[in-house]
């Protein structure tokens, strides 16, 4: 599950993956789904975790699939989202969080597709 978060001036939240897949990379925030979670309870637990911010979970934006080891496919949920409290920091598997503006978002080291399926969404940053 992910989470598409933008700010009062129209960026994006993003999070740097420390952990296997696109570790390095720049991506949404968001995870899996622990037994017994709703997405929408899945997307606001790793949205705090990631990045000390409470959320909430708004409508599907749109599902990707992206490959796996051993040939396994991960089907990808993500979701609008609007921030109702906490303090932008980095945790959990994040190593750092910030807001990226479309300029920067083209300039950073983004996980496979994202920036293409957020074009196809309509959903790139707005500022």
């Known amino acids: 599950m992910g989470a598409l978060v933008y700010d009062a001036a129209g960026r ?3 999070v740097r ?3 296997p897949p696109a570790a390095g990379s720049w991506s949404l925030p968001g995870g899996r789904v622990e037994p017994g979670e709703t997405d929408a ?3 606001a637990r790793e ?3 990631e990045t000390g911010l409470d959320i909430t979970v708004g409508a599907l934006v749109g599902v990707v699939e ?3 080891p051993d040939g396994a496919v991960y089907e990808i949920r993500d979701y609008a989202c609007e921030v109702r409290g906490g303090t932008l920091r980095p945790g959990g598997d994040a190593g ?3 807001w990226v503006s479309r300029e920067e978002l083209t300039t950073l080291p983004t996980s496979p597709g994202l920036v293409e399926t957020l074009a196809g969404w309509r959903a790139l940053p707005q500022s």
């Open 12 to 14: 994006l939240l993003l």
């Open 17 to 19: 993956r420390t952990r």
């Open 41 to 43: 309870r899945a997307v």
């Open 47 to 49: 949205v705090q975790e």
């Open 66 to 68: 992206q490959d796996g």
């Open 96 to 98: 750092d969080a910030r």
